[in-house]
Nanobody, 114 residues
Framework: QVQVVESGGGLVQPGGSLRLSCSASGSIRSGYVMGWYRQAPGKQRELVATITSGFNTNYGDSVKGRFTISRDNAKKTVYLQMNSLKPEDTAVYYC????????WGQGTQVTVSS
């Protein structure tokens, strides 16, 4: 069993920045992938970014050039630095651990509004 916990969401003005954190604990296996996904009201959950244990990254088209995913393997933590935030970035952001099985966090709300 793996536990995934996100933190760092909140309210930010357009053009602002926010950093999300996600920590995994429990039966962590090597070679796992961690990622961020988001879901806005009335929309499907979509990919934000993923990162492998070898630090290979992949980003959704809507966040390329504005968001950066990183990880600290020793801390089993992944981060999402979000810059130049737009109102359309408003969503619940979920962290996912992908190893032998997939585990999701509970989500953290990000609201971009003036």
């Amino acid at each position: 069993q793996v536990q995934v916990v996100e933190s760092g969401g909140g309210l930010v003005q357009p053009g602002g920045s926010l950093r999300l954190s996600c920590s995994a604990s429990g039966s962590i296996r090597s070679g796992y992938v961690m990622g961020w996904y988001r879901q806005a009201p009335g929309k499907q959950r979509e990919l934000v970014a993923t990162i492998t244990s070898g630090f290979n990254t992949n980003y959704g088209d809507s966040v390329k050039g504005r968001f950066t995913i990183s990880r600290d393997n020793a801390k089993k933590t992944v981060y999402l630095q979000m810059n130049s935030l737009k109102p359309e970035d408003t969503a619940v952001y979920y962290c996912k651990y992908s190893g032998y099985r997939e585990y999701w966090g509970q989500g953290t709300q990000v609201t971009v509004s003036s």
